[in-house]
């Protein structure tokens, strides 16, 4: 089955900068690939998604790229805010079964 | 949007009785629901993959007479955890599908998810 390893588990930020989180996949056959924020207690919220003819996907500070043929595709949030702060997940899709990374939780420092 | 609801939100449980979580999808039909299984501070694990009317597909490491799922209806998939261990404490989320989109990505809805605490 899909192996989905997320790094790093923890990020700090200050306020303003920049956060990136990367995802590496195991099965060639995953065409698609979503973004999720969690807060605390809360169910998952897509942010972002990408799909596997796309390279590259953003909206307004969130993007997302993916290198298919090293299997990694990553996070990018510009001009990080407190709000940010929370869980985020990548995973991993077929299109008949998700599989979830390992989560990363974000702290944004004002 | 697409909403998917979950009941109960919170239940607590004597050891070794079962316990019902419903999923539904309020306003679309779902083709497709997956239940996943959250420890704190950690990812969501999906535990089974269900399609209506057929029998569920179950994660390697998922007990199917433990955590019995039936997506009996397009709207409705329960799971049911049976003999409640401690150890089946958790978070317990569902998702669900409404099949492929046009652009053929199939996307999923989750549900707000059940905390199962077993004494």
Known sequence: GENVEQHPSTLSVQEGDSAVIKCTYSDSASNYFPWYKQELGKRPQLIIDIRSNVGEKKDQRIAVTLNKTAKHFSLHITETQPEDSAVYFCAASTGNQFYFGTGTSLTVIP | ?119
């Open chain 2, 1 to 119: 949007g697409a909403v998917v609801s979950q009941h109960p939100s919170r239940v607590i449980c004597k050891s070794g009785t079962s316990v019902k979580i419903e999923c539904r999808s309020l306003d679309f039909q779902a083709t497709t629901m997956f239940w996943y299984r959250q420890f704190p501070k950690k990812s969501l694990m999906l535990m089974a993959t269900s399609n209506e009317g057929s029998k569920a597909t179950y994660e390697q490491g998922v007990e199917k007479d433990k955590f019995l799922i039936n997506h009996a209806s397009l709207t409705l998939s329960t799971l049911t955890v049976t003999s409640a261990h401690p150890e089946d404490s958790s978070f317990y989320i569902c998702s669900a599908s409404p099949g492929p989109s046009p652009n053929w990505v199939v996307l999923q809805y989750f549900g707000p998810g059940t905390r199962l605490t077993v004494l």
